[in-house]
């Protein structure tokens, strides 16, 4: 497929990415150069077509944006997810990422932490709501906590990475309650299956193609509610680390368009 033809929120990533990379080198250019390279570009940008354009527009715009919440998984440090949380600071975001480590409690002990988050979170910036990004594990407290402890629609867009939305069969080895809870078939995954997102809510799928933890790979997909996307030779835990998935994240959560559900995933290269 020609790189024109591919579907409107990856033109925008384009954008975004050559976006980002020029902002970042007209921070270091002398005052004048930076000026010039300004000049320079914005013709060129002006002849590409409207999503790259708006993609690259995103890269430099400086307002403040909906906070962010970035909820890590089971065993899951936190410092993974630094590198998407400063992107994102770098495009106006405020991030929190929330402390879980180890999270062997369980998914509903997570959701719960969820609660306090993003009541903190919502208080320091006045932001009536907040976007969820959550890897593995986390994405099930974040669905669990929009569906039971969410009183009102306090979330606008929730992207879960390499979550394993109908378990995973590794989870039948270790001896936790969250391994319990990640179980296919389990009662926590069942009495979930059926639930949808809150309302309102859009929901992004990110799915490592070679997702080693998330057995098999297909139970990342939360057909009929969310987007699917799958990024081709990433790894469960090093897709937070992604540049693919830095650039995803943050199309998704400024993604204007109506979210239909694509019931096929979109493979990202």
């Not at 994102?88 to 405020?94: D, M, S, V």
């Not at 969820?132 to 569906?147: F, K, Q, W």
């Not at 835990?237 to 239909?260: I, N, S």
């Amino acid at each position: 497929m020609h790189f024109l033809e591919l579907p409107a929120v990856y033109a925008r990533l384009g954008g975004l990415l050559a976006g980002s990379v020029a902002k970042q080198v007209e921070r270091v250019l002398p005052q004048p150069l930076a000026c010039l390279a300004r000049g320079i570009a914005s013709p060129i940008v002006g002849l590409l077509p409207l999503p790259i354009r708006e993609g690259w527009a995103l890269a430099h715009r400086e307002e403040p944006q909906h906070p962010v919440l970035m909820v890590p998984g089971f065993m899951g440090p936190g410092f993974l997810l630094t590198p998407l949380a400063v992107f994102l600071r770098a495009h106006g975001r405020t991030v929190h990422v929330l402390s879980t480590f180890p999270a062997l409690g369980g998914v509903e002990a997570s959701a719960h932490r969820i609660v306090g988050a993003i009541a903190r979170l919502r208080e320091e910036t006045g932001a009536a709501q907040v976007d969820l990004v959550a890897h593995s594990m986390g994405g099930l407290a974040c669905r669990y906590y929009m569906n039971h402890l969410m009183e009102s629609p306090l979330v606008r867009r929730f992207v879960s990475i390499a979550t394993p939305h109908k378990g995973t069969h590794l989870a039948h080895f270790p001896f936790t309650r969250s391994a319990k809870d990640m179980r296919p078939g389990g009662d926590l995954l069942a009495a979930m299956a059926d639930r949808p997102p809150a309302e309102g809510v859009r929901c992004y799928t990110i799915r490592a193609g070679w997702d080693q933890i998330v057995v098999p790979r297909h139970h990342g997909r939360w057909e009929g509610h969310a987007r699917d996307h799958e990024l081709p030779w990433a790894e469960h835990w090093a897709v937070q680390l992604d540049p693919r998935t830095l650039a995803l994240v943050l199309a998704l959560l400024e993604e204007d368009e109506p979210a239909e559900v694509i019931q096929e995933p979109v493979v990202s290269v």
